[in-house]
């Protein structure tokens, strides 16, 4: 089945301690994305991936890290996690980043930063 | 990406058609309209897109305006299913990573059994 799969689903920890989010799609696609959706504020893309080895920043990058060393596989990394990362994260594919591809996304990583 | 406009919320029925519309009136030539839903406690799900001709697939059918400054979402039979968040969001053709896809705050479907 054709999915982006997110781990893990949920996570409380405290400020500071460095976490890893993973996400991994199975559907061969070049392009991979970051959003974090708070209320009122909507999704809000943190990085972006076009192909492996490519990453650049969205709109909300500061406090994050990623890195695409494979193309399946688009980590999400919070090296001094703070409590206004507190979270709904969601990673998405589409086979390319244009206009009229569809992403696709992985069901959500709830984290809590305390 | 230009701007839509969406109702907060919709309440239809079961086994109703659905009609959600959308106002872009600012849409360029070369933007794409997508729609995606957000059932509870899930991830965005893609829903259909188009450029000007209506189109049609397994979920709904999209109706694009012949100016292009508005289009409508229907889903032909609700089920309790399709009560979800609904996004009509434009996209250019050219992608460009750094857009992203921009959410607003779409319309809330309700389904009433």
């Known amino acids: 089945e054709a999915q982006v799969t997110q781990n893990p689903r949920y996570l409380i920890t405290v400020t500071g301690k460095k976490l890893t989010v993973t996400c991994s799609q199975n559907?061969?696609?070049?392009?991979m994305s970051w959003y974090r959706q708070d209320p009122g504020l909507g999704l809000r893309q943190i990085y972006y991936?076009?192909?492996?080895?490519v990453t650049d920043k969205g709109d909300v990058p500061e406090g994050y890290k990623v890195s695409r060393k494979e193309k399946r596989n688009f980590p999400l990394i919070l090296e001094s996690p703070s409590p206004n990362q507190t979270s709904l994260y969601f990673c998405a594919s589409s086979l390319w980043g244009l206009g009229n591809q569809p992403q696709h996304f992985g069901d959500g990583t709830r984290l809590s930063i305390l | 990406d230009a701007k839509t406009t969406q109702p907060n919320s919709m309440e239809s029925n079961e086994e109703e058609p659905v009609h959600l519309p959308c106002n872009h009136s600012t849409i360029s030539g070369t933007d794409y309209i997508h729609w995606y839903r957000q059932l509870p406690s899930q991830g965005p799900e893609y829903v259909i897109h188009g450029l000007t001709s209506n189109v049609n697939n397994r979920m709904a059918s999209l109706a694009i305006a012949e100016d292009r400054k508005s289009s409508t979402l229907i889903l032909h039979r609700a089920t309790l299913r399709d009560a979800a968040v609904y996004y009509c969001i434009l996209r250019d053709e050219s992608g460009g990573g750094a857009d992203g896809l921009t959410f607003g705050k779409g319309t809330h479907l309700i389904i009433q059994p």
């Open positions: 559907m061969n696609h070049e392009y």
């Open positions: 991936s076009m192909n492996v080895e």
